[in-house]
């Protein structure tokens, strides 16, 4: 997978070469690109904002240069073998509050596309003509981490290329770990324990002492639809409708 991420602050995504996703680009599962949006303006002050139309409170981020980074994010892909023999347009993904919100199964799609370009807003967002001029070359994503307000899309880029990346095979050591995570089946994660089997005055429940791989499944369905139920009332409802 091929991912571009264009920001005024490239090097927020630098976290991107820690840990297991640093490991994968090393493996060549994943490859990164970081651009300087304001590599794309050409005035003295390299400006990326002006004041919004019919005015208001704070600033908003021109077309132009996103346009001119996204031509060029294009053109990159066409002499990029890995990608430009793929037919399909590249996702662009643009994280805003005002969109769908992104979850286990939208990572899960997203893990199978060939190249994600994301564009994370700042101030008061986009000039919303980027977006209509972006449709017509890209797939274009507007994806919501949660019902809340950040300073800037960067941080939002970051959690949405963890959790979709770390769905390509390989990534991670343990492919077998996934299948049972929280999302991974609509039900929250059981409790996890690990030895000693006292640890101060706490211990772990004697079912996963047992040995009978039955009653740990069966002890670990019922602890993941009893935590379900009592944070996640909407989750269990969606759960047992399906």
């Known amino acids: 997978m091929k991912i571009d991420l264009i920001s005024i ?16 680009q090393q493996d060549g599962l994943l490859s990164i690109h970081r651009h300087n949006l304001r590599d794309f303006t050409y005035d003295k002050h390299r400006s990326v904002d002006s004041p919004p139309a019919g005015g208001g409170a704070g600033m908003v981020m021109k077309p132009e240069p996103w346009a001119l980074a996204m031509e060029d994010v294009l053109k990159r892909g ?30 899960q799609e997203l893990s199978h596309k060939p190249h994600l370009v994301f564009a994370p807003g700042r101030f008061e967002g986009i000039d919303e003509r980027f977006t209509r001029w972006a449709a017509e070359r890209f797939d274009v994503r507007r994806l919501s981490i949660g019902d809340y307000v950040l300073n800037g899309g960067e941080s939002a880029v970051v959690v949405m290329v963890e959790a979709i990346t770390r769905l390509i095979p390989g990534v991670i050591g343990n492919d077998a770990s996934l299948e049972e995570e929280s999302h991974s089946d609509g039900l929250l994660e059981y409790p996890v324990y690990t030895k000693p089997a006292q640890w101060r005055d706490h211990h772990i429940p004697e079912v996963l002492l047992c040995g ?30 399906s």
């Open 9 to 24: 602050l490239p090097e927020f995504f630098d976290v991107l070469d820690l840990s297991l996703i640093g490991r994968a």
């Open 212 to 241: 009978n791989h039955a009653k740990i499944a069966a002890w670990r369905q019922t602890q993941a639809e009893e935590r379900t139920q009592q944070v996640r009332p909407d989750l269990w409802q969606r759960y047992q409708s």
């Open 78 to 107: 066409e002499s990029d073998a890995s990608v430009g023999a793929i037919s399909e347009k590249p996702v662009l993904i643009i994280p805003t509050p005002s969109g769908e919100l992104f979850t286990q199964d939208r990572a």
